[in-house]
């Protein structure tokens, strides 16, 4: 027994990058009975949920949620514009660069990793070097972490976007925003981003349990293209369903949509640019104690 008294009050509250701290809000949106699951308010909450979600990620294109992890969501990325045998390139800043790229390869894919540390970002001249270097158009997709939360590198999706241009490379670009999703500015249309995956336990405030991949039109052209892709993975029915069971192919995940609205709202009464505002006032809060 320690002789000092614990100072520890109240509820816990532990800052780590996620699952992260659940505003009261979100926490009892998710307290009630089970909704009904076939018609009704449940129903009805989707489409402006899916609009929403949208707007925080800066695009007009098309967004499919699942019930998973960030794992899942980078897996149904994969699954529905890679093929076994394609080229990805994955220019790595830290630990999950290098998950999403062991994901790529499980799924048969031939994966270029090209590490860069994990003390500096992606160095967009070797990348539009080696894009230029690949005049057979063979690498299919980069994927490209936005934040690397294990080392915590922000690095420049719009500049992978204009490394790709400058080699006129028709590669996707595919974003990891699981770790930056409303915390870091991101701006998919504007950065010319094909592919974005998150989450809903990071900056979305909500206990995992459902992750989303909001992908544009030249994404989708290469999804029709596949020979097939799971059913369960498949994002066209979750992004334009005909029947509400097909949001998230069987029952939804009803508490984290009661959260989720919960959290969309807070972000919205904020607004997201004053959401990334008051981020980068932390950020430079926390850098400037370190340095004193
Ligand atoms: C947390 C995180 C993941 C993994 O998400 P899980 O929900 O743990 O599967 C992937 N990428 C980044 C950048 C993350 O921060």
């Known amino acids: 027994m320690s002789s000092h008294p614990n100072l520890s009050h109240g509820r816990g509250y532990l800052a780590i990058p996620g699952p992260s701290i659940m505003p009261e809000a979100v926490l009892n949106a998710m307290h009630r009975p089970a909704p009904n699951i076939y018609a009704g308010e449940l129903v009805d909450m989707m489409p402006p949920l899916?609009?929403?979600?949208?707007?925080?990620?800066?695009?007009?294109?098309?967004?499919?949620?699942?019930?998973?992890?960030?794992?899942?969501?980078?897996?149904?990325?994969?699954?529905?514009?890679?093929?076994?045998?394609?080229?990805?390139?994955?220019?790595?800043?830290?630990?999950?660069?290098?998950?999403?790229?062991?994901?790529?390869?499980?799924?048969?894919?031939?994966?270029?990793?090209?590490?860069?540390?994990?003390?500096?970002?992606?160095?967009?001249?070797?990348?539009?070097?080696?894009?230029?270097?690949?005049?057979?158009?063979?690498?299919?997709?980069?994927?490209?972490?936005?934040?690397?939360?294990?080392?915590?590198?922000l690095n420049d999706v719009a500049g992978v976007r204009a490394a790709l241009d400058a080699a006129g490379h028709p590669a996707l670009l595919m974003a990891d925003c699981i770790a930056s999703f409303a915390c870091d500015r991101f701006e998919m249309d504007a950065w010319g981003v094909d592919i974005m995956v998150t989450g809903c336990q990071k900056g979305l405030m909500v206990p995992p349990g459902v992750s989303f991949v909001f992908f544009n039109d030249r994404a989708a052209q290469v999804r029709a293209k596949m020979p097939r892709v799971s059913m369960f993975w498949d994002w066209a029915p979750r992004a334009n369903p005909q029947e509400f069971y097909q949001y998230h192919c069987g029952t939804a995940p009803t508490h984290h949509i009661y959260g989720l609205r919960a959290a969309l709202d807070m972000i919205h009464a904020e607004t997201i640019e004053g959401v990334w505002d008051r981020h980068t006032v932390l950020a430079r809060a926390v850098w400037a104690a370190c340095e004193a």
């Open 50 to 153: 899916m609009q929403d979600l949208r707007a925080i990620a800066k695009t007009k294109h098309n967004v499919a949620m699942y019930i998973g992890n960030g794992h899942a969501a980078w897996e149904a990325s994969l699954a529905n514009v890679i093929s076994p045998g394609d080229k990805v390139l994955v220019p790595a800043t830290g630990r999950f660069g290098l998950g999403w790229g062991e994901m790529a390869t499980a799924l048969g894919a031939d994966v270029e990793v090209m590490d860069f540390g994990k003390q500096s970002p992606m160095d967009l001249a070797r990348i539009a070097e080696r894009l230029k270097a690949d005049t057979a158009h063979e690498i299919k997709a980069v994927l490209a972490v936005h934040v690397d939360t294990s080392t915590s590198v």
